[in-house]
């Protein structure tokens, strides 16, 4: 699938797709794919993407054009 607001967030972060990939510890090649839409990125891989873009994988996938993250939960004993 292709995830357009991928490269518009690593673009309004001034990274480059080897920053990304670098961050993500996979190729820049490989980061490309996902990126354009050619291979389907992995789960685990958006997750460290909110985090460092500070948004929500519903964001980065297009569900929401609410950039601001999701609050978080306070996790239970």
């Known amino acids: 699938m292709y995830f357009r607001k991928m490269k ?12 990304i990939a670098k ?3 996979i190729t820049r090649q490989q980061y490309s794919l996902y990126e354009t839409g ?11 993407l909110a985090a460092f873009y500070n948004t929500s994988i519903d964001y980065i996938v297009g569900i929401t054009n609410e950039i601001k993250p999701y ?6 004993k």
């Open 23 to 25: 961050l993500l510890q």
């Open 8 to 19: 518009d967030l690593r673009e309004d972060n001034d990274k480059l797709q080897s920053d």
């Open 38 to 48: 050619k291979r389907t990125i992995p789960i685990d891989l958006l997750i460290k």
């Open 71 to 76: 609050p978080k939960t306070k996790e239970t």
